[in-house]
């Protein structure tokens, strides 16, 4: 584990320190690059703006001349409330504010031109994190108090130009990965084996692992002023080892610590994407993005000091997916471009399944952006987006537990973000 431990701590090192906040559906994160920030990331698997485009479709680097560097970050400010009664034979209110902290999440993106026909690339970003947070006056932390995934993504591409019209590349994608979950007693409960504090965990587990995946893209120029991109990034495989504790794996002592392990899939994605140049100042772009959340079904922890049985951690239930994005490039002057754009992002799960440690729901984005060349070799990118979340209801129960009660009630918020990018050709 310490050589895991310093594997993501250089990786991270090379991307400034990872810090992330979910903004797209589930656990995802849309911001690779500043760039795309400012036009809500519509058009992207058919954009090449600068080297960051191989991060969500390989084959663009075939439009990238010579070798180009782009580098950035966005910071993410969420503001996600819950709020409820928890039903316990009386209806006790209950609410938690912020349970999602600010993050930054950077990126670092390098493009070669081998020839006429041959283009490697390397990226570091990451696809995948959040991290929540629900305080110790929060009445349902039963459910769940805590939850995190935290991910960091080294991505060699290779693209080849077929000809004109038609390009495909391709890329390794080593996934970082570590994660936890935290259910805890909200208040003093009397229990067979005696007095169970406030605060005490009644499950946690926490793990970390290292695993591959790969990415396949195409693009096809129909002429000078039409291209259509398509990716799709394969499903990556986590297994957390680490270790868990609480009342539910030793009652007699919950803080015992036992060696385990839990296994995440981060699902798979795919995304179409256009751009359309309809003057010589104005281009639209648009998206259609799928993720595989239905592959997310529950987390479950495989502890061989307790038997062959995996233990239960929290049933999720996700369905897939799906987000639909539509950007504008204008070309102001020689020097400078303004971008804007809308998505829409469906939620993940329905009312039933939703979670107060991941309150999913519907998202509307609203993005502008600039570009600015300072040098015909250096260009300065920046974005602002502001995402509504759509309020969403949610029920919370443990299924053989009645004494734990339920909790009814919604997720509130809204998150707004803001990013730089500085990208040099030589």
């Known amino acids: 584990m310490k050589k895991n431990n310093i594997t993501i701590a250089l990786a991270a090192a090379l991307t400034f320190g990872v810090s992330t906040s979910a903004t797209a559906a589930g656990f995802q994160l849309a911001e690779y690059s500043a760039t795309g920030l400012g036009r809500a990331f519509a058009g992207e698997a058919a954009m090449a703006d600068n080297a960051g485009a191989q991060f969500r479709n ?59 026909q041959v283009f490697l690339g390397l990226a570091f970003s990451t696809n995948y994190g959040m991290e929540t947070e629900l305080g110790g006056d929060f009445k349902a932390t039963q459910f769940g108090n805590q939850a995190k995934v935290h991910s960091v993504e080294i991505n060699p591409n290779i693209a080849y130009k077929i000809n004109e019209q038609f390009s495909v590349g391709a890329g390794i994608r080593y996934v970082m990965g570590e994660g936890h979950f935290g259910a805890t007693n909200p208040a003093d409960m009397s229990t067979p084996v005696g007095t169970l504090p406030k605060g005490t965990n009644l499950k946690y587990m926490e793990g970390e692992d290292n695993a591959w995946g790969w990415q396949l893209g195409t693009a096809w120029q129909i002429n000078d002023d039409n291209r259509i991109g398509f990716n799709y ?194």
């Open 233 to 426: 990034r394969s499903a990556v495989d986590l297994n957390l080892e680490g270790h868990a504790e609480g009342f539910s794996f030793n009652p007699m002592n919950p803080e015992q610590k036992f060696d385990g392990s839990m296994e995440l899939s981060l699902p798979a994605t795919a995304e179409l994407a256009s751009f359309h140049q309809l003057t010589e100042q104005l281009a639209i772009h648009a998206s259609f993005n799928w993720t595989d959340w239905s592959s997310f079904e529950k987390l479950e922890a495989n502890i061989p000091a307790l038997g062959s049985d995996k233990k239960l951690i929290k049933q999720e239930n996700w369905k897939d997916n799906y987000r639909l994005a539509v950007g504008s490039t204008y070309q102001l002057n020689q020097a400078v471009v303004l971008r804007t754009g809308v998505a829409y992002d469906t939620s993940a799960v329905n009312d039933d399944n939703r979670t107060q440690t991941i309150p999913e729901t519907d998202r509307l984005w609203l993005s502008v952006g600039a570009g600015y060349q300072v040098t015909k070799a250096f260009t300065l990118d920046a974005g602002f987006t502001y995402i509504f979340a759509k309020d969403a209801s949610m029920t919370e129960k443990e299924t053989g537990h009645p004494e734990l009660g339920q909790f009814t009630g919604e997720t509130t918020g809204n998150v707004w973000l803001v990013g730089v990018q500085a990208s040099y050709r030589f």
């Open 58 to 116: 390989p084959a663009m680097l075939t439009y990238l001349k010579g070798t180009q560097v782009s580098t950035g970050a966005i910071y993410v400010d969420p503001n996600i409330d819950v709020k409820g009664d928890l039903n316990v034979g009386m209806a006790i209110p209950t609410e938690a504010k912020d349970i999602a902290g600010s993050a930054v999440i950077p990126n670092f993106y390098l493009s070669h031109q081998l020839n006429d």
